[in-house]
């Protein structure tokens, strides 16, 4: 009996009226029959509403119309990138990549390639038609010698343009990879062996066996201009012979591998030379705050973020820090980002900081208007502005550069600015940590940490008789 496989939908809800079941690709194209194999093999092994599926940019960039799955849409060249993060978030759940030649041998194959050398836990099906087909037929690293595309008009010159990337053949010199196979789907007896080749790769991550690889040969008849039929007897004489298909590599049926790596150093040989360090401790009721710091480069914008983040990790916070820079060592615009949590940080970025700290004009027009409600802006008193601030945020010029001077540091105005966030309450770490983590990040220059410790404490006493009750 003919019927539909419960892995695609019903519908394509794209396509309206009487071609609900039309699929947006051309006559002839390998793709329908690619998703079709696919969405048949994730229902027969029971494993699509499990199942996540990433889409890539190119001809299959609408897949997510047709399969009853998961599905995440990842951007140009990045499947394999997203797959990874996905294989790593969602171990149990069987990880599907799609990609095209354009996609994964040019943009995206360094993201590919590392993920195939890690032996990363997901499927990957990498379809080679030769070309950057939905953007108009242009030269890809999978085009043939001699090919005629719109970027090769007199056909590809492999001393201009280089030889044709053969994918299979450069993971099968990796040490991870658990499958490679090459396949076609240009006729039915072609068809056949893909259909195996890809329920195998499905079996593997059914079982979490490893990183799986199915490259197919799908003919293009659209930029072939070619009819279907033609355009699948020309693609196999010629592509063939460039791209032999055929199984490089099957370990499916060993035990699954593990990584034999090297005795690794332990945490304390790691981390601050034989330090004790502090486990992070999951408080789900702890609120977690955000931090941006910003200013020009030299004025220890990263420092003092690592001195927040560290005095957070000391006292067993969750904490990300990230930096953002120009190319300039000095001068150039710099800022970071600190989180601080009481569970496990998901990302780094920070869109609208609760606390921002501002050291210079640019930065304070730049980030000023992302603080959230009840947030705290903090900016050097120096700065002449007539910017006006967001509601519900506090703001507040502070001398830092004076207090520092003052003290005899003139660089040390972002340890004025830690004070000056002590004093207010807005590190939620006690004030020993954050100490301890000042004078640690001069560790390797004693002879500035007491006058460092003098603007601190200065900077304090200036919050305490200006803004305290
Ligand atoms: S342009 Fe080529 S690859 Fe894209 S849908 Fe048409 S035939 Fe398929």
């Not at 947006?24 to 699509?48: R, S, V």
């Not at 090769?152 to 994918?167: C, E």
């Not at 990879?177 to 007896?189: C, G, L, Q, W, Y």
């Not at 009481?342 to 700290?357: F, H």
Request: aromatic share 8%; hydrophobic share 40%; charged share 20%.
């Amino acid at each position: 009996m003919i019927k539909r496989s419960t892995g695609l939908y019903e519908q394509f809800s794209r396509k309206g009226g009487d071609a609900l079941r039309a699929t947006h690709y051309c006559a002839g194209c390998g793709h329908g029959i690619i998703l079709k194999l696919i969405g048949e093999a994730m229902a027969d092994l029971g494993i699509q509403d499990d199942s996540v599926f990433v889409g890539p940019v190119g001809c299959a960039t609408f897949c997510y119309y047709y399969f009853d799955c998961g599905h995440v849409s990842a951007p140009h060249g990045r499947a394999s990138a997203v797959a990874t993060g996905l294989s790593r978030v969602l171990p149990d759940n069987p990880i599907i990549a799609y990609q095209g030649d354009g996609d994964l041998g040019a943009i995206g194959f360094n993201n590919a390639f590392q993920a195939a050398n890690r032996g990363d836990n997901f499927a990957l099906f990498f379809v080679n038609n030769s070309i950057f087909a939905m953007t108009g037929g242009q030269m890809a690293p999978t085009t043939l010698e001699g090919q005629v595309t719109t970027t090769t008009p007199f056909g590809r010159d492999t001393v201009k343009a280089g030889y044709p990337l053969k994918v299979c053949e450069v993971f099968e010199t990796l040490e991870a990879p658990v499958f490679i196979e090459r396949v076609s789907v240009a006729d039915t007896k072609r068809i056949m062996l893909a259909k195996k080749a890809i329920r195998k790769a499905l079996q593997i991550q059914k079982e979490k066996k490893g990183f799986a690889f199915v490259e197919i040969l799908s003919p293009c008849p659209n930029n072939m201009r070619e009819e279907p039929v033609k355009a699948a007897e020309l693609f196999t004489e010629t592509m063939e012979k460039t791209y032999p298909l055929g199984n490089f590599r099957d370990r499916s049926e060993k035990p699954v591998p593990t990584p034999k790596g090297v005795p690794l150093k332990n945490e304390k040989e790691l981390i601050g030379g034989g330090k004790e360090t502090v486990a992070t401790k999951n408080d789900p009721s702890f609120k977690e705050r955000r931090f941006k710091f910003s200013g020009f480069g030299g004025q220890g914008i990263l420092s003092l973020g690592l001195v927040v983040a560290e005095a957070a990790a000391s006292d067993g916070k969750f904490v990300s820090w990230m930096p953002s820079y120009g190319p300039e060592q000095r001068g150039g615009s710099a800022s970071c980002s600190v989180r601080v949590g009481g569970k496990e940080i998901g990302s780094p970025t920070i869109d609208d900081p609760d606390v921002l700290v501002a050291m210079n004009q640019p930065a304070l027009e730049r980030f000023a208007s992302s603080v959230r409600e009840g947030g705290t802006i903090l900016y050097d008193s120096s700065i002449k502005t007539n910017i006006g601030f967001p509601a519900g945020v506090r703001a507040i010029p502070f001398p830092a550069s004076s207090i520092a001077i003052e003290n005899g540091v003139s660089k040390a105005s972002n340890t004025a600015f830690l004070g000056a966030m002590t004093g207010l309450g807005l590190l939620p770490f006690g004030e020993t940590n954050i100490k301890a983590a000042l004078a640690e990040s001069m560790s390797a220059r004693p002879s500035l940490v007491e006058p460092n410790m003098r603007v601190f404490e200065t900077a304090m006493k200036w919050i305490t008789d200006n803004l305290r009750p």
